[in-house]
């Protein structure tokens, strides 16, 4: 559901240019709103949600997907961990729905669905280990990343029940903002994808605004 924001970028306490290729892994804490702004459209932003003070609890797109009983995510959809907590509820969408079945683009995926010389561009796995990688501080690795979500990712299903990867809805200037109801470590890494029409073949930038309580 397109729903605006009326929060003011002017007022962010916190505003990063996230590259296309790199990752952002900050917390955000309850209360806070932060926004993913999708700065030239069509990108998609690969994101993993965390507990910051305990990351065994994380995002659970089963029990998401189940409990508002839709697939897609937009404005009202309250982003649940997988011990059922309302980790973050989506207040404003002006992108419309956001996937979160896709999974993320890795190098052996890319091998399987392209081609085998595919293996060594980069992917939005390898930016997440390297973000764990970057901050041993979290005691994170491989075995954390899970479930995440598809922000600005078009992948309708179809009659049957099919997955598909479409051009994108979104445009340039389009975001989706969400309140944190708990400490979130956010994870996202901005996908680098140039095998399908995830970013337009084109990735670009996103921007992470984020404001205090209001
Ligand atoms: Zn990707």
């Given at each position: 559901?397109?729903?605006?924001?009326?929060?003011?970028?002017?007022?962010?306490?916190?505003?990063?240019?996230?590259?296309?290729?790199?990752?952002?892994?900050?917390?955000?804490?309850?209360?806070?709103?932060?926004?993913?702004?999708?700065?030239?459209?069509?990108?998609?932003?690969?994101?993993?949600?965390?507990?910051?003070?305990?990351?065994?609890?994380?995002?659970?797109?089963?029990?998401?997907?189940?409990?508002?009983?839709?697939?897609?995510?937009?404005?009202?959809?309250?982003?649940?961990?997988?011990?059922?907590n309302?980790?973050?509820?989506?207040?404003?969408?002006?992108?419309?729905?956001?996937?979160?079945?896709?999974?993320?683009?890795?190098?052996?995926?890319?091998t399987?669905?392209?081609?085998?010389?595919?293996?060594?561009?980069?992917a939005?796995?390898?930016?997440?280990?390297?973000?764990?990688?970057?901050?041993?501080?979290?005691?994170?690795?491989?075995?954390?990343?899970?479930?995440?979500?598809?922000?600005?990712?078009?992948?309708?299903?179809?009659?049957?029940?099919?997955?598909?990867?479409?051009?994108?809805?979104?445009?340039?200037?389009?975001?989706?903002?969400?309140?944190?109801?708990?400490?979130?470590?956010?994870?996202?890494?901005?996908?680098?994808?140039?095998?399908?029409?995830?970013?337009?073949?084109?990735?670009?930038p996103?921007?992470?605004?984020?404001?205090?309580?209001?």
């Amino acid at each position: 559901m397109i729903v605006e924001s009326s929060l003011l970028p002017d007022n962010a306490v916190r505003r990063d240019v996230v590259p296309a290729g790199d990752y952002y892994l900050k917390v955000v804490k309850k209360g806070q709103t932060m926004r993913i702004l999708d700065s030239e459209g069509n990108q998609a932003a690969d994101t993993l949600f965390y507990n910051a003070n305990d990351p065994a609890e994380r995002y659970s797109a089963i029990d998401t997907i189940r409990e508002q009983g839709n697939v897609y995510l937009s404005t009202g959809t309250k982003i649940l961990s997988d011990q059922g907590n309302v980790m973050l509820e989506i207040v404003a969408d002006t992108c419309g729905r956001h996937d979160t079945l896709g999974g993320a683009c890795a190098t052996e995926s890319n091998t399987v669905r392209y081609a085998i010389e595919k293996k060594c561009m980069h992917a939005c796995r390898d930016s997440w280990l390297l973000a764990l990688s970057e901050h041993p501080e979290l005691g994170m690795d491989k075995r954390d990343i899970t479930h995440n979500v598809n922000f600005f990712m078009n992948v309708p299903i179809t009659e049957e029940g099919g997955l598909t990867f479409e051009d994108g809805i979104s445009a340039p200037g389009k975001y989706v903002e969400m309140r944190a109801e708990m400490d979130i470590l956010v994870l996202i890494s901005n996908c680098p994808q140039l095998n399908n029409p995830c970013n337009a073949y084109n990735p670009t930038p996103v921007e992470v605004l984020v404001w205090d309580a209001q």
